[in-house]
Structures are given as C-alpha cells and as structure tokens.
C-alpha cells in the first residue's frame, strides 16, 4: 500500500509540474522583480516576464525614442512586459504613438505588472487608430487617474 502511495503523489507531483512550469516561472520572474523594483516607479523590460530590463520613469515621457526621460533613444517600441510600482494609486498609460497620442491602453496600480504584451492590446486613441498588439508598440506613456483609461487596462 506504501509503494502505490509514494507512486500516486510523484504522478501527481509529476503533472503538476506539467501543467504549470511556464506560469509559475514567469510569475516567479516578475514578482522577483516587482519585489526588487524601486517604488513609485514604472519599468518596462524588452523581454516577456520581466527579463531584459529597457528602463524606468517616475514620471512622464512623452517619447521612448528621444534623449530625455526614462525612457531612451532604442526604448521605443520594444517594450514585451511592464511593471507598476507606483505609489499614487494612478494607473499608467501607455500609448504607441509619441507625444500622448494613439492607441492605448493602462496598468492599474493593482495589476503590478503584465508579463506577455503579446496577450494584450492598445484600443482608441481616435479614428483610424483600432486595435494594436502591446507587445513591441509602445512609444510613450503617461501616469492618470484610472477614469482617463476609458476602460482599456491590460492585464
């Protein structure tokens, strides 16, 4: 009886392990660094969970592709995962366009981070604008209140 129970819990330990190795690791990724991150700021890494660190604003910048903010000269569109340790309780905006425009999307405070863009998309942003994949597209960002986000938040 001893023998099949070993058996029983290394088969269940066994496809656990199976089922769950990819989102627990990724998970383990980016809450090692949601843990490791300063607070009040906003991160953005060019690889998916959390790996490849692209850099971080405590504030806004309204173009990742220039020489001033966080966010600097290769940084555009190259963001695959985003964290969120601000400290206000206002969610952050990232647009695929420079100065603000575009479309968009939030983080909500309560999110802390998004591990695979490539799951999420940026919407509104005006006419002609539609539904843009997150992953690679972000080129600004701003941080609002979670009512100027019009319902569009990752996740």
């Not at 006419?127 to 600004?140: F, L, M």
Request: net charge positive; glycine share 14%.
């Amino acid at each position: 009886m001893r023998k099949i129970s070993v058996l029983l819990a290394t088969l269940g330990l066994l496809a656990a392990g199976t089922l769950f190795p990819a989102t627990a690791q990724a998970s383990a990724n980016c809450d090692r660094a949601w843990h490791n991150a300063t607070s009040g700021y906003f991160y953005a890494y060019d690889g998916g969970n959390c790996y490849v660190y692209l850099g971080r604003a405590n504030g806004n910048d309204s173009n990742w592709g220039d020489s001033a903010g966080g966010f600097r000269s290769g940084d555009t569109n190259k963001a695959s995962s985003i964290l969120h340790k601000g400290t206000s309780g206002m969610a952050v905006k990232v647009y695929d366009k420079t100065g603000y425009t575009g479309a968009y999307s939030c983080i909500k405070k309560s999110e802390y981070y998004v591990s695979a863009l490539s799951d999420d998309y940026l919407t509104g942003g005006g006419p002609g604008t539609g539904r843009v994949t997150a992953q690679n597209t972000i080129s600004s960002h701003k941080w609002v209140n979670n009512t100027a986000c019009g319902g569009s938040f990752l996740h």
